[in-house]
């Protein structure tokens, strides 16, 4: 998250929105927006409907064993096709946001 | 003659402790850092050797150094800590589901209509009517 903030611009030079999904609730990505200084729209699915729709559960994933997302990377194009995604077999590991960059550039 | 403190031990442990700690709230931050914790082994690494040199004196020179119960405590609690972190970073978080489910390229994306942080709801169809382009990231949330 923090390496697509800082990018941002970058992003929105290209004519591409970054936009985070998760279950959290609204309030909860709005103090996170806050004590971390994220610019960009973050996205609340607090019945994991999108996140079951792409793939991306993580069924009972919390502590306490609520569906959550896990981490994947997707790169949609005006026509609504994915063109390129990432799915790290690592929480720690995410997307650098200089890989999805070259891949919006390879469009 | 008093014996001297044995500097090397605490100042091994001291880094050990540095070494597990820094990952989150510093070396994680960036990925060069993030993705193999090389700075957080070689961390690791030192402590060891700080503590290795520690030991070696206590033992080889008992009449100068103390450090031999401390020292060998420190060490078995240094190899714990080191044990927890690579545990932690081999295993522990890539205990996700596959990603065999997960849509490909060349799919269509989902389209979606969800609630920003501040209530404001958002569609993909939207957004595409600005943009050209989206990068979807999901993550696990913050609960």
């Not at chain 2, 044990?83 to 997960?102: D, R």
Request: hydrophobic share 45%; proline share 5%.
């Amino acid at each position: 998250m923090r390496g697509f903030e800082q990018h941002l611009n970058e992003f929105h030079q290209r004519g591409v929105e970054v936009v985070a999904i998760s279950v959290d609730s609204p309030a909860e990505s709005r103090q996170l927006c806050q004590s971390r200084g994220y610019t960009f729209p973050f996205l609340s699915d607090p019945k994991a409907d999108t996140i079951r729709q792409y793939g991306v559960l993580h069924a009972d994933g919390s502590p306490d064993g609520k569906n959550i997302a896990r981490p994947a990377e997707f790169l949609v194009d005006a026509s609504g096709t994915i063109r390129w995604v990432n799915l790290t077999d690592d929480i720690r590991v995410r997307a650098r946001p200089e890989s999805v960059l070259a891949a919006i550039d390879r469009l | 003659m008093q014996r001297r403190r044995n500097i090397l031990n605490w100042a091994g442990f001291a880094i050990v402790v540095v070494a597990l700690v820094s990952y989150i709230p510093f070396f994680a931050l960036f990925p060069a850092t993030r993705d193999v914790p090389w700075a957080n082994y070689l961390l690791f690494l030192i402590g060891g050797a700080l503590l290795a040199g520690g030991l070696r004196r206590a033992f080889r020179e008992p009449e100068r150094y103390r450090g031999k119960i401390s020292g060998s405590i420190l060490t078995v609690l240094s190899v714990l800590l080191l044990a927890f972190f690579v545990v932690t970073v081999t295993y522990l978080t890539k205990q996700i589901p596959s990603a065999a489910t997960a849509l490909g390229v060349n799919q269509k994306a989902p389209p979606f209509a969800l609630v920003d942080a501040s209530g404001k709801q958002v569609s993909s169809a939207g957004l595409l009517n600005d943009h050209r382009g989206l990068v979807l990231v999901f993550y696990r949330g913050y609960w």
